[in-house]
């Protein structure tokens, strides 16, 4: 696997960073009279707060992180351990009031001393960070507004539990354990000046504009944009990039798309996007123009090892479920423009037949390349002759060729589709390091 | 989906080495070892 070395090197380096608090936080004076499950809950305090430490890591977009591992695998990792990490917080307190319940009265933050009530506020803040991620859409909380309510209870939770370690002042007596609990806010500091300030900065200079919005089938919308004062943007074919549409990139308002343009054409890129959310639903009212101040676009990135560049190849298959399609087509039109003569085969699920976004043109490309694209319609027309329902097993074995264990397979589309093709591929026995996937619930 | 099953294992890992790690402080921490 390509990369496999920096890959085992940013896991050591992660387990290191999880651990040493434990490695240090033994180093100093034994504390007299404590039980071990007083301890056992402190431990994993410590563990919880350590691994939250870290959860500003991967959701940074660091291009050295980045550039090996695919961003929602950095996502979903983000979101699971996350939950670990609350867990871990949580049973902090609940074995402390199991083990000794008259310190149930450290939750009156009324009574209790400062130390305990930020403890708890913490927790609660914790509660909140974790409840409005998980449950997002059963609130249907808009991205802006989320987003501002996760940064807002990381912020208290990480700096309370600060306040509280500190204010109990059990593990702070050697300049190592100090030294530690501080290291954690200056490492949060450092990437709110990154993210915030030096790439916020980058991207101020690099401005785009609105050069096309043009309406494909199945509610999407092609954003065409060309670069304003700069020479482009050079990316991968089938990278995602965030972006920021008509306000300044330091506001927040950020959302990830993939590339659906060509990658050898950097002087006009552009994103297809489907109307599912909020912001989605708008892009349909944008209009062409010039870039003025607070009506240009920011385009972060690119991002993600996504790309057919990274993952050399007989030959490609490539597997999406509606809006999916969009970094398929990038890889697709490169490889269109590059004059590839390798076979391609676009597994290319979707509702209905008047649906399927870019079908005139996949039509055209089955011509000029080597392509074949198969339709799966989930409700199809009267008349259809082509493939129906989900995708299995059944169907890929219909269509892949018989050196289909060299080919790199690329699955892109919603959760449900891409376990259900995953499994299929699998059953095939298409080995795993041929299968690259992204989900587009990233964010 | 490779790096999926890798984070996967680092993830059940990260949790064992936790738990692990963490009785194992308090044990020390208490004098039982």
Request: one cysteine or more; a positive charge; proline letters at 6%.
């Amino acid at each position: 696997m390509r990369g496999s070395l920096r890959v085992t090197f940013w896991i050591i380096v992660y387990f290191l960073l999880l651990f040493s608090p434990f490695i240090i936080l033994l180093i100093g004076p034994r504390p007299e009279g404590r039980e071990f499950w007083r301890e056992f809950s402190v431990a994993l305090g410590f563990a919880g707060l350590s691994l939250m430490g870290l959860q500003f890591i991967p959701t940074a977009r660091l291009p050295f992180l980045s550039d090996v591992f695919p961003m929602d695998t950095l996502y979903t990792f983000h979101h699971r351990i996350s939950i670990v990490s609350f867990v871990l917080v949580a049973a902090h307190p609940i074995i402390l009031f199991i083990n000794n319940p008259f310190t149930l009265q450290l939750l009156n933050v009324f009574t209790a001393p400062g130390r305990a009530r930020a403890g708890t506020i913490a927790l609660l803040s914790m509660i909140i960070l974790v409840w409005t991620s998980v449950s997002r859409r059963e609130f249907k909380l808009k991205y802006e507004t989320w987003r501002g309510i996760h940064i807002i209870s990381t912020v208290l939770a990480a700096g309370l539990a600060l306040v509280h370690i500190f204010g109990v002042n059990y593990y702070t007596a050697i300049p190592a354990q100090r030294a530690l609990w501080i290291a954690l806010p200056v490492l949060w500091l450092l990437m709110i000046v990154y993210v915030r300030g030096i790439r916020t900065l980058a991207l101020l200079r690099r401005p785009y504009q609105i050069a096309e919005v043009r309406q494909e089938r199945g509610n999407t919308w092609t954003l065409a944009l060309t670069p304003n004062g700069h020479a482009g943007m050079r990316f991968k074919p089938g990278q995602v990039a965030w972006l920021t549409v008509q306000r300044m990139p330091i506001s927040g308002g950020e959302h990830p798309f993939s590339f659906a343009s060509s990658a050898e054409r950097p002087d006009r890129i552009e994103f297809a996007i489907r109307e599912l959310g909020d912001f989605t639903s708008t892009v349909g009212r944008l209009k062409p123009q010039e870039c003025k101040p607070g009506q240009c676009i920011y385009v972060d990135g690119p991002y993600g090892t996504f790309d057919i560049d990274q993952h050399d190849a007989p030959g490609y298959v490539f597997v999406a479920g509606g809006i999916g399609s969009a970094p398929i087509m990038s890889m697709i039109r490169t490889l269109a423009d590059r004059e590839d003569r390798r076979p391609l085969l676009f597994f290319y699920g979707n509702r209905t037949w008047e649906r399927v976004t870019f079908r005139e043109e996949l039509d055209a490309l089955q011509r000029q390349l080597n392509l074949r694209v198969v339709h799966v319609l989930e409700q199809p027309h009267e008349g259809w002759e082509g493939e129906t329902g989900f995708m299995n097993a059944k169907l890929f074995d219909r269509y892949l060729p018989k050196d289909r264990k060299e080919r790199v397979y690329f699955v892109c589309g919603p959760l449900p589709m891409i376990g259900a093709v995953d499994k299929a591929l699998l059953e095939l026995q298409i080995p795993v390091s041929q299968i690259e996937t992204e989900r587009y619930e990233m964010a | 989906m490779q790096e999926d099953l890798y984070a996967r294992r680092i993830l059940i890992a990260t949790v064992v080495a936790f738990v692990v790690l963490s009785l194992l402080f308090a044990a020390i921490q208490a004098g039982w070892l």
